[in-house]
């Protein structure tokens, strides 16, 4: 167990060294440099700023002096806005977005097991059918058309009702992340819902099942302790995914509901092309979901008894 | 009496107990021989939900590449006087007269006064006239145009004009004019040009006209028609409307179908046949060259998706004139190939310890014939279910790129770029969002639908349990 | 008296895409306190099915218990899951499974599967329970105990698991423990060890067993009585010496033509049963084996056969049974006198038929 932590973690270190590699390389081959343009009017000032950014070096040396100040944490300034540095950004919008996610999650895991289990029981009846519809729904409809649909729900509910039932967008409140956090979770929970429908059904239908049903034990218990328990397991080894594909879907939520997070933050400065923000939140956002996914197999792993004591 | 064996009762006869002899008295139970593919093509036609999503797709295909032969318009023409059209909203535009110029500020003979601010003449999509009374104590005015009906006098709308001259007491809007309503104001301005709270408002719905020369000049009536004055005439027909730019939406499905299905089907059929090769070779090799492959997919797959989808677009760079389709289509190959590679690895693995290949091997089957009889043809059946589930990831982040700014770049339509475009006018123009989203979600839900309806068709094992 | 556990005439079916399938058609045994019955019959024939209806665990839908009673000490409890506030399943009767591989929970432990029942039925505290489980661990002779009851089931061997099952199902000391092919799944020295702690429990607790088995060396080695079931009937019903040694039914002959047996040499032919079992979704009309069978007559094709008793404990369900029947058939047991071969039901024979 412990030596297939230190085996992933190592994995995770250095698959982020290399998405901070492609990244840096990726970002120094892009046609036309990040001082063109308006700042570097003259010589001097050019000269100016390419020494502050340490452009004026050969570029193996950028590397390695890039290299080095990652580790330090440190991820430099923004080109767009020179008196914020990158860490500043991240450390300032990074809550947000991280807070937003969590409930997505939230929502989408617990919202996934109960409509799930909730399918399988009711198999083939109405409510099956029903969740079974929205689930359908719900895998093809991108997150910004949702985002944008419970917006324009939103506005028509608050007119309705004469008064802001919930705001429409901006970020604070516990009331101004419901929405967002819900339209966010919506895609991942409907994926959710037919993994566990599909896993609940095949565990119903286990020789297991039969035995306990065979000791006499209530339904109640059946279900908690042999189906839920044994049926969750699948869902468990697709929460990485689901984070990475919420933490993703940030960016358009954020956009839309103008929450001021670091999703949002990284959409603008790809569009403005604000190199030091980019690779900074790129390779932030990289380490961060490399280390959820193999965080999610280690609970995985310790879940499942198979897998712990092997 | 009893129940037994449906009452019958009869009296048995000596002849009853007479041997029956070899024949066989029940029929053989005889079923069709029937190959792996016509058994799944009967079994995916057996399930309706399948079939629908067949029909959805061979419809997709139809309106992307038959539809723009049938509806022939530019989906780069704008059509200045239809902008943000709504589908089935009034197309019909009087003839008017030629613009001439409004020199005496006077009312237009028959037309109806009033006092305050009012109109000069019928307000037409030519030109708004509107005149006023002198108001005590002022001589320079602002005149205000609002889309909205003024409620606040902080909000007024656009201002179009000061008015300094001397006993002007009228003004003409031409500017950028739509068969719609509009709310005027004109505010009077102090001594040193601020407004005062001092003002007064007209609503103003603004007919759709057009002269006779441009209707000729647009082909709106036949060559040999007489148009007078008066006469209707019907615009450009936009079955669902126009977008902000006055283009046709349906057009620009179409033309957004091409690019949307192009990626959606290209990127996922290259990274499968891509994952297909690598994923095969190092099942079929084994051993260190297996598992030197099969870090590098591992570690493919560990980088995170989009994130380096945006990052590909940016290191690209669409210059000016380009779509951006090309390079959104290589960063969806390099980066999906893996998790093909990973599971047809895993089927050959599989397959490679089947009883059936070793007996094959047995009877002294070359390499050749195990990869053509028993890989492939067992292979395959995974693989269209992977391509098929491809297809909708790859139109979802082509959307998810597009609506972010960081996919095709305008004005090259796709879906996901027409969301975008259409997400600014939501609460005014919904349709604009709602026609191409919804295609996006047809589109994905019928891929879906049709890959677990292959699913369940091609192997009872891969089953879903619904 | 009134036996412990009863069947009557239950009849079973499942609703499926291509049509109802009876599958249990008219089945009745008994079985006594300390009594073993064994269960016989090939795959697909009922036997399973019957005992899953018995113990309600048939899906519903699509299966359907169409009509029928199950009784324990004379009350019907077919279709509850009480009786006089005890459960049934799990408490008056266990049941074991064919494959304990799969049977058991993968994520739970052991010592709390075993604990589980104990504390469902009978309010064993936990601390209780699991002391309870370990000592039930110790009967089935699973070697250190205490520590095995905190592992989980793909740390057992198949074996193992089939013992964990036994302790399982006997923890509450069940009057009657159903066997569900307990040892089809296993290798055969597993397989007698099995059927010794099986036999071992009998006689400590003198609970009845219910074997539902396919192998006829099984049934020998550990059977009171026999029934045979074919087509979701009983073909023939008897005693374990009955039935090895005055066989009644053809089918019967089929099944001990195709065992091996320590008498026969080498080259002793193993003679399998030709075709297969009739399609339940319409079954025969008359009898279910006719197309099977080496003896068929006119009779078998357009009437159901009456069930003939041959002695107290010996019933075939068989035209040749019948007193009229001129044919002697090699192998085949028949009453001694034609007099004493007569029907149990008696609609299908002519004295009684106006």
């Not at chain 1, 919008?93 to 409509?115: K, N, Q, R």
């Not at chain 2, 003002?199 to 006779?212: K, M, S």
């Not at chain 3, 074996?159 to 923890?171: D, E, H, N, P």
């Amino acid at each position: 167990m412990w030596a297939y932590t230190l085996k992933r973690v190592l994995q995770g270190i250095i698959t982020v060294w290399f998405i901070a590699t492609a990244t840096f390389f990726g970002m120094h081959s892009v046609p036309g440099d990040p001082l063109s343009g308006e700042r570097a009017s003259t010589e001097a000032i050019r000269a100016n700023l390419e020494a502050r950014y340490g452009l004026d070096r050969p570029l193996g040396e950028q590397y390695v002096i890039f290299l080095g100040n990652m580790l330090r944490g440190d991820f430099g300034i923004s080109y767009t806005q020179q008196n914020r540095e990158v860490n500043d950004i991240i450390r300032e919008h990074f809550p947000v977005s991280a807070t937003l996610g969590i409930l997505a999650v939230m929502i989408a895991a617990l919202g996934g097991v109960l409509w799930g289990a909730l399918t399988a029981l009711y198999r083939n009846r109405l409510p099956d059918y029903i969740i079974m519809f929205l689930v359908i729904l719900g895998i093809s409809v991108p997150s910004f058309v949702f985002a944008a649909l419970g917006q324009l729900g939103l506005v028509g509910l608050n007119s309705a009702a004469g008064r802001t039932l919930l705001p429409v967008a901006g970020w604070g409140t516990v009331s101004h992340m419901l929405l967002p956090a819900l339209v966010l979770g919506l895609g991942t929970m409907a994926y959710m819902t037919r993994l566990m429908r599909s896993s609940m059904l095949e565990v119903m239908s286990a020789d297991y099942i039969r035995t306990a049903k065979a000791k006499g034990l209530p339904m109640s218990r059946i279900f908690t302790h042999h189906q839920l328990r044994n049926a969750v397991l699948p869902v468990i080894t697709v929460l990485g995914p689901a984070i990475a594909a919420i933490t993703t879907g940030g960016f358009v939520v954020e956009l839309v509901f103008a929450i001021p997070g670091l999703g949002r933050y990284f959409v603008q400065a790809v569009q403005q092309l604000d190199y030091t923000v980019i690779m900074g939140t790129t390779v932030f956002y990289g380490a961060f979901l490399v280390f959820m996914v193999i965080l999610v197999d280690l609970v995985y792993s310790w879940v499942d008894p198979r897998v712990r004591l092997q | 009496m009893s129940q037994y064996n449906d009452g019958v009762h009869r009296t048995l006869r000596d002849s009853d107990f007479e041997p029956l002899g070899e024949q066989s008295t029940t029929p053989l139970l005889v079923r069709p021989s029937r190959s792996y593919w016509q058994d799944a093509w009967i079994r995916l036609k057996a399930n309706r939900r399948a079939l629908v999503s067949l029909y959805l797709v061979i419809g997709l295909l139809l309106f992307t590449f038959i539809g723009p032969m049938i509806w022939r318009v530019d989906p780069a023409l704008q059509d200045v006087d239809q902008i943000s059209i709504a589908p089935g909203a009034d197309r019909s535009a009087l003839v008017a007269e030629a613009y001439e110029p409004w020199v005496n500020g006077q009312v237009e003979p028959d037309f109806a006064g009033g006092s305050g601010l009012r109109l000069a003449a019928e307000p037409t999509t030519l030109r708004v006239r509107l005149l006023w009374d002198p108001m005590p104590g002022a001589d320079n005015y602002r005149v205000y145009r609002n889309n909205y009906p003024i409620e606040d006098p902080q909000a007024l709308g656009i201002p179009l004009a000061d008015i300094t001259r001397d006993n002007v007491y009228w003004y003409e809007d031409r500017l950028d004019l739509r068969a719609r309503d509009y709310y005027y104001a004109v505010v009077v301005l102090d001594e040193l040009g601020q407004p005062t709270d001092q003002f007064e408002t007209v609503e103003v719905n603004v007919g759709r006209v057009i002269t006779a020369v441009e209707a000729r000049n647009r082909g709106l009536v036949g060559a040999g028609e007489s148009l007078a004055v008066g006469d209707e005439v019907m615009m450009p027909w936009h079955p669902l409307g126009t977008d902000y730019l006055g283009r046709d939406m349906l057009a620009r499905l179409m033309a957004g179908a091409r690019v949307s299905l192009f990626i959606g089907l290209l990127a996922p059929l290259l990274y499968v046949v891509i994952g297909v090769v690598y994923g095969a070779s190092a099942g079929f090799l084994g051993g260190k060259a297996d598992q030197v492959m099969m870090r590098f997919a591992d570690f493919v797959v560990a980088l995170p998706f989009l994130l380096f989808m945006i990052l590909f677009q940016v290191v690209f760079g669409i210059g000016p004139g380009e779509s951006g389709i090309v390079p959104m289509l290589i960063a969806l190959v390099v980066l999906l190939w893996p998790a093909t590679a990973r599971l047809v690895r895993g089927q050959i693995l599989q397959i490679r310890e089947e009883a059936y290949v070793s007996a094959a091997k047995l009877l002294g089957a070359s390499h050749h014939y195990l990869i053509l009889r028993h890989m492939i043809p067992n292979t395959l059946g995974v693989i269209l279910v992977t391509l098929t589930f491809a297809v909708p990831s790859a139109i979802f982040t082509e959307a998810f790129l597009s609506f972010i700014g960081m996919g095709v770049a305008p004005p090259t339509a796709s879906w996901g770029s027409m969301c975008n475009e259409g997400l600014k006018n939501m609460l005014t123009h919904p349709h604009e969002l709602v026609f191409p989203a919804a295609m996006i979600s047809i589109t994905v839900l019928a891929f879906n639908l049709l890959g677990d309806g292959l699913r369940d068709a091609l192997d009872a094992k891969m089953r879903s349990a619904e | 008296m009134t036996a412990l556990l009863s069947v009557e005439n239950l009849h079973v079916e499942f609703a499926t895409y291509g049509g109802i399938v009876k599958a249990v058609r008219g089945v009745s045994f008994d079985v006594e306190a300390g009594q073993t019955l064994a269960i016989v019959g090939e795959s697909g024939s009922g036997k399973s099915v019957t005992m899953q209806a018995v113990m309600g665990l048939i899906p519903m839908p699509p299966g359907r218990i169409t009509q029928g009673s199950a009784k324990l000490r004379g009350q019907d409890f077919l279709g509850r899951l009480e009786m006089d506030g005890r459960t049934i399943c799990g408490d008056e009767i266990g049941m074991i499974f064919q494959d304990p591989m799969s049977s058991l929970n993968p994520t739970m432990r052991i010592g709390d599967q075993i604990a589980e029942t104990l504390k469902v039925h009978r309010d064993y505290s936990p601390k209780e329970a699991w002391k309870r489980a370990i000592e039930l661990l110790e009967l089935v002779k699973i070697p250190e105990a205490p520590k095995r009851a905190a592992q989980y089931p793909f740390e057992f061997s198949g074996g193992m698991l089939q013992r964990v099952m036994i302790a399982m199902a006997v923890a509450c000391k069940p009057a009657v423990l159903i066997a569900d092919e307990p040892t089809t799944a296993l290798d055969v020295t597993i397989q007698a060890q099995i059927l010794d702690l099986l036999q071992d429990i009998q006689k400590e607790t003198g609970m009845a067993i219910i074997l539902i088995t396919h192998d006829l060396a099984v049934v020998a080695r550990m059977a009171d009585k026999v029934a045979v079931m074919y087509a979701g009937q009983i073909v023939e019903a008897a005693t374990v010496n009955e039935l090895f040694y005055e066989s009644a039914h053809p089918y019967t002959l089929g099944l001990k033509q195709a065992m091996p047996s320590a008498e026969s040499d080498e080259n002793h032919v193993l003679e399998p049963i030709p075709g297969s079992p009739p399609d339940l979704f319409s079954p025969p009309q008359g009898c279910a084996y006719c197309a099977r069978c080496p003896w068929h007559m006119q009779v078998c094709q357009t009437d159901d056969p009456a069930s003939f008793r041959l002695s107290d404990t010996h019933t075939s369900r068989c035209w040749l049974q019948h007193p009229r029947q001129p044919r002697e058939v090699e192998g085949l047991h028949r009453a001694e006198s034609q007099g004493v071969s007569k029907p149990v039901s008696d609609t299908a024979d002519q004295e009684v038929s106006p």
